[in-house]
């Protein structure tokens, strides 16, 4: 008797148990609306994961990544440019996917990040809109930082949005997320960083800083110094992390005129502090992990993927310890009077499944500055609760860039 079972194919739609890797593959699921993923690679690479291990996940995405890069430059070098051009995207994103999870201390962490960087770079010089790589001068360093012009732009001056992200995205992560769809809108677009962030981190170790004004001022005087720049119509947005550092930015720049939070983060001691379920920074000495021990943690008391956060959140902060960490993480907030200095107007963004502290920030930031203030909270039916909606990038994108176009209208 013959098997009738009927295989439509191989591919199963698993995720993992462990919730951060799971957020991390919706985060790369996410990417596939505007160029930076496939489905059915990612579903393939999570059954070749362990779940809820950091080496396997970077492993899984370090060799598909090589594999995409190989054949984007096969296509390339064949005169195949738009299929090169989406291959150099998908292996840029992949080789983010292999960086998020290495350590920092890991010298392959910088090479998978440079890695990601030529992909992308060699994906945008297919590309059918303007691009150039731009170095910022900041204090003693220069950051990176990319601007571009949406296709067939006119030679006259228009609406810029510029976008920094936060902890742990990229510029060519942002790129996928809000950069393209803020081109197709006829948006100039910069996207810059500043220190601590993942792309300046694969040129200078140099950790975070509060006053992100000092990286802010000097973007915003590259922006308008461009010839294409409306001076009325210039507006920043903040992602994860960055909606710290934009507001921040925007407290102390009156030449933005739009501010998009997503999310608004007045407080990033509290908001971190949540998430462990309670303040590190108030831990007895005697309880405290240092770097130095770290390594030799039992799994039972701290198991491999926290305590490989654990550590990056302490060389990204540039501490010592898990406790001097939280402490300076108390230095990343906003006061009133900060927040009373945005008079721009704002949209900060969240997702109804990030928690009680994020969701309370949002409404702190609402209440506090001086500008007309609207918010938006995207809803599990959407897809689009998670932070900074991974899972509906598009949607987020609409509710964003809507607003603006309005506000600039």
Request: charged share 20%; proline share 6%.
């Given at each position: 008797m013959s098997d009738s079972t009927l295989e439509r194919g191989l591919t199963r739609v698993r995720g993992f148990d462990n919730a951060e890797m799971d957020f991390q593959l919706i985060r790369q699921l996410g990417a596939t609306r505007y160029g930076g993923a496939s489905v059915g690679e990612c579903l393939a690479l999570a059954r070749r994961i362990d779940d809820g291990v950091p080496a396997s996940w970077v492993s899984a995405f370090a060799a598909a990544a090589a594999r995409q890069e190989n054949d984007a430059r096969a296509r390339d070098e064949?005169?195949?440019?738009?299929?090169?051009?989406?291959?150099?995207?998908?292996?840029?994103?992949?080789?983010?996917?292999?960086?998020?999870?290495?350590?920092?201390?890991?010298?392959?962490h910088t090479q998978y990040g440079l890695k990601s960087r030529d992909c992308f770079i060699a994906a945008m010089r297919l590309q059918d809109h303007a691009f150039e790589v731009v170095w910022l001068p900041v204090d003693d360093r220069k950051l990176p930082a990319y601007y571009m012009r949406p296709p067939g732009g006119t030679t006259g001056k228009g609406k810029t949005l510029m976008i920094i992200s936060?902890?742990?995205?990229?510029?060519?992560?942002?790129?996928?997320?809000?950069?393209?769809?803020?081109?197709?809108?006829?948006?100039?677009?910069?996207?810059?960083?500043?220190?601590?962030?993942?792309?300046?981190?694969?040129?200078?170790?140099?950790?975070?800083?509060?006053?992100?004004?000092?990286?802010?001022?000097?973007?915003?005087?590259?922006?308008?110094?461009?010839?294409?720049?409306?001076?009325?119509?210039?507006?920043?947005?903040?992602?994860?992390?960055?909606?710290?550092?934009?507001?921040?930015?925007?407290?102390r720049e009156p030449r933005i005129r739009a501010l998009i939070p997503n999310s608004p983060i007045v407080d990033l001691h509290a908001y971190m502090a949540s998430f462990v379920g309670f303040d590190p920074a108030q831990i007895p000495d005697a309880d405290d992990v240092r770097l130095a021990d770290i390594d030799h943690l039992p799994p039972e008391l701290m198991p491999v993927q926290q305590r490989e956060m654990a550590r990056n959140l302490m060389l990204r902060f540039g501490r010592e310890s898990f406790k001097e960490t939280y402490v300076r993480l108390r230095d990343f907030r906003l006061t009133d009077a900060d927040l009373a200095n945005v008079t721009c107007p704002a949209l900060a963004l969240a997702g109804s499944g990030e928690g009680k502290e994020p969701l309370g920030q949002l409404e702190r930031?609402?209440?506090?500055?001086?500008?007309?203030?609207?918010?938006?909270?995207?809803?599990?039916?959407?897809g689009a609760d998670g932070h900074c909606q991974s899972g509906n990038l598009a949607y987020s994108a609409a509710v964003s860039l809507d607003w603006l176009d309005e506000i600039f209208a």
């Open positions: 064949r005169g195949h440019a738009v299929s090169a051009r989406e291959q150099y995207l998908v292996a840029s994103n992949s080789y983010r996917a292999a960086e998020y999870y290495c350590g920092i201390d890991d010298p392959c936060g902890y742990d995205g990229t510029l060519e992560e942002t790129y996928l997320a809000y950069g393209r769809p803020a081109l197709d809108r006829g948006y100039n677009l910069m996207l810059f960083t500043g220190p601590g962030q993942m792309d300046a981190m694969r040129f200078d170790r140099a950790p975070f800083i509060p006053d992100f004004e000092r990286v802010g001022t000097p973007a915003v005087a590259h922006v308008l110094a461009r010839e294409h720049t409306d001076p009325r119509h210039l507006a920043l947005m903040g992602i994860s992390f960055g909606g710290y550092f934009a507001t921040r930015i925007a407290a930031f609402c209440q506090g500055i001086e500008g007309p203030a609207t918010s938006h909270i995207f809803t599990s039916d959407e």
